[in-house]
Structure formats: structure tokens, C-alpha cells
């Protein structure tokens, strides 16, 4: 539960712990003091989050305001908001050779007979290969490749059968398309291994590397960059009930710590990008909690990507059953995201997002 303080000398605080950032994105045409990773979206105030019994409490106040206040609440408080809004503000560095400068789409290739959104339409090797260069066609600047279906209710796929689905796929089109930037979506050590091998350059991980024991050290190893993301659970069971003491605060620590312990393996933050995972072990109040305070997750300091695309909170509000017909609601969800500064979108209508997000730019100024 959140309550609204009016005032940020209201604000319980008692140490570091528990507080947090949120830039408040303005339009194009506002007026910005300050942007998020160096990138298009502006901010102009903050809003301080606070840990309490029932949730958090949140007050907001123009920038210079909120380090006035932090400074009257001691060093600690004072180090940890300069800190965050350091982290807020810094340009991102390419992420695997790809400008962070403006939003950019990842094109989802499903090599599985059982995806939610698609069916197994592309479960062959030819009919991915040619959707994922359809995708790249189409404006995509990544390709996330993934040879096993984490929806609700999956059981995990033998590591022998997910190498098999997406090797081939990989290695075909990294000779049909130079410079194309894959990410392997798996869960597995030896998957990675071998995917980077075959010519991906990324490593998308929904547990976060915590599913498989030899992960963390498998891709401190090669070397690569990591997307995490997070995921209440197991696919399994993820969405039986899933609970919260206050969703985006909660997800925020678990990235940070996850964060951290990737940087102690010897990965550093510029290699690392975080996903909230919407959708894995959340209900669609946790989903639209967690989308209306995006923001709050570029106090990481990395890279932020969303995927949205199709998943079934958008068919609940929208009253749509049919996850291919949820194209309408993800474009919203995509253009809400990269409005509040989301680095990467994951979606699987490549053309359909990026007509909208050429759009979106232009009503913008240009500035993405």
C-alpha cells in the first residue's frame, strides 16, 4: 500500500535502507533539469520512496529540494541520494555494441513448440530464421532467441533439446545477417556456453542467473553481457498467488542485489541489464504497479528493458483472449515504457512498434 506525504520533511527516515528515487518524466516540451542515462526522457523532480509497516510512503519535490532535504537527514541519507541520482542520470554505454541514445527494440524468435503468443508457429529451424531476420528487416536492433516457453504453468525443457532448438537457428542467422546482436534466452550454463559459441552475443537470463548453480560463473567466463531479469518463482508456479510486500520496491531490491553479486563474479554493471519481469509470478496489479513506477528501476544504473508484448494483463484490461490479438495494448505498453526511459523493448511486432515508435519521436522533437 502506498501513502501520498505532501510534504518530504514528513518523511520517516531512519537510515539508507529502504529509500528510493523516482525521476518524474516529463513531456518533451516540459521543462527537464535532468535525464535519465543521458537519454530522452527528462525529469524535473523526484520522488522519494520510504519504506513503512504498510508499504511505502512518497513525497516529491524539485531536485534541488530533495538534496537540500537529504542533506538535513545526515551523511548517510545525503550519500545514498547522490548516489542513486548519479546512477539515474549517467549516459548508459553500449550494451553488447548497441548506443543506448535512443529506444530500441528486441525481436522475440520463439524456436519452441509451445509458446504462449505464437503457438510453436516458428518451432522449425527455417521458420525461425526467417522471422528473426523478418524481425531485424523490420527495425529490430537485437534478436532474443530462446529454445524453452517459461509461460505460467511450463514445465523446464532438458538442456539437450533446448541446444538442439536454438544452436542451428543461431548459426544460421549469423551467417545470413553480419553484425546481427542475438541474446539467448535460457536459464541453462551450458546453453549459454554454447550459444555464445555459436555466434550470441548476449546472455537473457529470467531467473536472474540463479536457476543454474554454474551460470554466474559461466558468463563471468565468456565474458558477455547479461540481461536479468526478475521472476517471483518458477515458471511452474509462479502466478498461484503470488505476493508482495510492495512490488516495485521489492523487485527493485532483488535486481540491485542480484546486481551486486554479478559485480563481485566479476561482471561488471556496464555489462548488466535489468528486466522487472513483468508478468513472471506477478498479478496484474503487481504488473500495472510496476509499470507506473518504471523509473524508479534506473536508480540500478543499467540498462532497463521491458517486455510486455501480448502477455495476458493486457488481454484482462483489455477484455482480448487471443494473445495475438493483443497488438493495440502492447504497442501502449511499449510506448509507456520507452516514454519513462526503458532502454529496450521486447516485443513480437517488430513493424508494428517500431511505426509507432518513429511516430512517437516525431511528436517528441526528435529527441529519441
Known amino acids: 500500500?502506498?501513502?501520498?506525504?505532501?510534504r518530504l520533511d514528513?518523511?520517516?527516515?531512519?537510515?539508507?535502507?529502504?529509500?528510493?528515487?523516482?525521476?518524474?518524466?516529463?513531456?518533451?516540451a516540459g521543462r527537464v533539469a535532468a535525464r535519465v542515462g543521458g537519454g530522452w526522457a527528462g525529469f524535473d523532480s523526484l520522488e522519494i520512496l520510504v519504506r513503512v509497516d504498510a508499504g511505502v510512503a512518497r513525497a516529491g519535490a524539485d531536485i534541488d529540494t530533495v538534496m537540500t532535504w537529504s542533506r538535513r537527514r545526515g551523511a548517510d541519507i545525503r550519500h545514498h541520494v547522490e548516489e542513486t541520482l548519479a546512477r539515474i542520470t549517467a549516459p548508459r554505454p553500449d550494451f553488447a555494441g548497441v548506443a543506448m541514445d535512443r529506444p530500441r527494440i528486441m525481436g522475440i524468435v520463439n524456436v519452441?513448440?509451445?509458446?504462449?503468443?505464437?503457438?510453436?508457429?516458428?518451432?522449425?529451424a527455417d521458420a525461425a530464421v526467417a522471422h528473426a531476420l523478418d524481425h531485424l528487416g523490420a527495425g529490430?536492433?537485437?534478436l532474443d532467441i530462446g529454445g524453452e516457453s517459461t509461460r505460467p504453468g511450463s514445465d523446464a525443457v532438458a538442456a539437450d533439446v533446448e541446444r538442439d532448438r536454438v544452436l542451428p537457428v543461431i548459426r544460421r542467422v549469423v551467417e545470413a545477417a553480419t553484425g546481427a546482436v542475438i541474446f539467448v534466452d535460457t536459464r541453462k550454463a551450458v546453453v549459454m556456453a554454447e550459444a555464445v559459441a555459436a555466434g550470441a552475443a548476449v546472455v537473457n537470463d529470467i531467473s536472474a542467473l540463479t536457476y543454474d548453480a554454474d551460470a554466474l560463473a559461466t558468463v563471468a567466463k565468456l565474458g558477455v553481457p547479461v540481461v536479468l531479469m526478475h521472476c517471483l518463482g518458477d515458471p511452474k508456479t509462479m502466478q498461484h498467488n503470488p505476493t508482495y510486500r510492495h512490488a516495485q520496491t521489492d523487485i527493485f531490491d532483488t535486481l540491485s542485489a542480484r546486481v551486486a553479486v554479478c559485480e563481485e563474479a566479476g561482471i561488471p554493471r556496464e555489462r548488466i541489464a535489468v528486466d522487472p519481469g513483468i508478468g513472471f509470478g506477478k498479478g496484474i496489479e503487481h504488473n500495472l504497479a510496476v509499470l507506473a513506477d518504471l523509473?524508479?528501476?534506473?536508480?540500478?544504473?543499467?540498462?532497463?528493458l521491458v517486455g510486455t508484448s501480448r502477455k495476458s494483463f493486457i488481454g484482462r484490461l483489455a477484455g482480448v483472449e487471443i494473445p495475438r490479438d493483443r497488438?493495440?495494448?502492447?504497442?501502449?505498453?511499449a510506448l509507456w515504457s520507452v516514454g519513462q526511459g526503458a532502454q529496450i523493448v521486447r516485443v513480437h511486432d517488430t513493424a508494428e512498434t517500431a511505426q509507432a515508435l518513429a511516430v512517437w519521436r516525431g511528436l517528441a522533437g526528435g529527441t529519441a
Open 1 to 6: 500500500m502506498d501513502h501520498i506525504v505532501t
Open 112 to 124: 519452441t513448440p509451445d509458446s504462449f503468443s505464437d503457438g510453436g508457429d516458428f518451432a522449425s
Open 140 to 142: 529490430a536492433s537485437f
Open 327 to 333: 497488438v493495440p495494448g502492447s504497442l501502449a505498453t
Open 295 to 304: 523509473a524508479l528501476f534506473h536508480g540500478i544504473g543499467c540498462p532497463l
Open 10 to 28: 514528513d518523511l520517516r527516515v531512519s537510515g539508507a535502507a529502504g529509500v528510493y528515487l523516482r525521476p518524474r518524466i516529463v513531456p518533451a
